[in-house]
């Protein structure tokens, strides 16, 4: 389960909010504010981009299921390959990540990210013609792992900088509870559909229907007509590339609320990491779950996602440190019991553990996303995101190998249990954000 997902127009081109002593400026619509001649405009991209992507996450909730459903029942994986399999999916994100930022803060995103799915519709393709023509390898699927992985990073941190262009900053925390919620309905229908396809026509078969949902995005992609503005900073070498790293990192790492964030949401996602490398081979060797029930229990679970729906009230109500610390703390709690499933009823622990999670996360990815968007104008926007992407999702590699190694040591409930663990002490590093920050967010609040 990855932890893994904003504000005021003003007549001029930026609003700004104070943080640590100097001020940061708040983007609007490719740095302009949006006038009501432009919201049908804006409204049609962002619809284009919404659709797209849901089509998208439909497909991916697909294969996330049914790679190491894969690598486990047909060839046979054992923890310390399935462990690796999730790995080499993240590793790209600690490798490529800041200079990824660099680039999409200097390059059309839309064009990054046009890339990005053409390729990961090329690599998951190879996965059914392998099946086919009877060559089909766990090698292959750890290629295949690292190369959408690396092409996810290009993706992700293009697009995570590319809403702000597509609508204006009152509209940023809506859009990403719109998205949020309409990925996470996918994922609702699609972990449902990969474990009756994975029965009814094998998992390699079903992986192929993710590619074809790249194709989608593509379409969606390509029809957005948002004006990206040209970057007019001094040309790309690799003095620059440092420099603009640089300026990534000490922008994240100078804003006491930015740097807890990060620090949080890693551990949280190594101990992600740690339970994600083993939950399919818990279900299917432990617990003796058949993959076609099993995709169903996953994707109603899902149906915790109106926990996006909730995320702004709960903020308003709780504030944004509490909201955020609160979250962690639940999803310390769900991970824990999913051991419960060993004594009994094992399909209905692991649906409400899963439904309480999938409440908790997007609650917090919508609050600390929106939030981290309110900090940086334009074009700090994927420097930004590259650095906290970089660490955030940088553990997770490393939290599915640890967590194979476990594994293959302790067994699986006590992998588990550790992972369990990690969620609360991700709490502690939440303690500095400031109530005051949530002025960022809310147009109405006073610092």
Not at 234 to 243: D, E, G, K
């Amino acid at each position: 389960m990855l932890w893994a997902r904003w504000f005021n127009s003003t007549s001029g081109d930026f609003s700004r909010t104070h943080i640590r002593g100097s001020w940061v400026r708040l983007p609007s619509v490719a740095g302009r504010a949006v006038s009501k001649a432009q919201q049908p405009a804006v409204t049609s991209n962002f619809n284009k981009l919404w659709a797209g992507q849901t089509v998208s996450v439909l497909g991916t909730a697909l294969t996330t299921f049914a790679l190491p459903t894969l690598a486990i029942l047909t060839l046979h994986a054992n923890a310390l390959q399935v462990g690796t399999l999730s790995a080499l999916a993240w590793l790209p994100f600690p490798i490529l990540g800041l200079l990824v930022g660099v680039i999409a803060d200097r390059i059309s995103r839309r064009g990054i990210m046009i890339v990005a799915d053409i390729v990961r519709f090329a690599a998951l393709a190879t996965v059914p013609l392998s099946a086919i023509l009877g060559i089909l390898h766990i090698a292959l699927l750890f290629v295949v792992a690292l190369v959408t992985g690396a092409a996810s990073v290009f993706f992700d941190i293009s697009y995570q900088s590319y809403l702000p262009v597509v609508v204006s900053r009152d509209q940023l925390t809506d859009s990403n509870v719109k998205l949020e919620f309409s990925n996470s309905g996918a994922r609702v229908a699609g972990n449902a559909i990969a474990g009756l396809l994975v029965q009814w026509i094998g998992a390699a078969l079903t992986i192929g229907i993710d590619a074809l949902s790249y194709l989608a995005s593509v379409v969606s992609l390509a029809v957005i007509r948002a004006r990206e503005v040209p970057h007019t900073g001094p040309a790309l070498s690799v003095r620059q590339v440092v420099r603009d790293i640089g300026e990534g990192l000490r922008f994240v790492f100078g804003s006491v609320d930015l740097r807890a964030i990060l620090f949080a949401t890693s551990v949280v996602n190594f101990g992600s990491g740690v339970v994600s490398a083993v939950e399919l081979i818990f279900a299917y060797r432990s617990l003796h779950l058949q993959p076609g029930i099993l995709g169903i229990v996953i994707g109603v679970a899902e149906l915790g996602f109106v926990g996006a729906l909730a995320a702004r009230p709960i903020r308003a109500r709780l504030g944004l440190r509490t909201t955020l610390i609160a979250m962690v703390l639940i999803d310390c709690v769900a991970i824990a019991c999913m051991l419960f499933a060993q004594l009994a009823a094992p399909y209905v622990i692991l649906f409400l553990t899963l439904a309480v999670r999938n409440f908790s996360v997007p609650v917090y990815n919508v609050n600390q996303v929106s939030y981290r968007q309110a900090l940086a104008d334009i074009g700090m926007q994927g420097r930004m995101n590259a650095t906290m992407r970089t660490f955030v999702w940088g553990t997770l590699p490393l939290g599915s190998f640890v967590g194979g190694v476990l594994a293959t040591a302790f067994g699986v409930p006590v992998t588990i249990a550790i992972g369990s663990v990690l969620p609360g002490i991700a709490a502690v590093f939440l303690l500095p954000v400031r109530e005051r920050a949530t002025s960022a967010l809310d147009p109405t609040a006073h610092a």
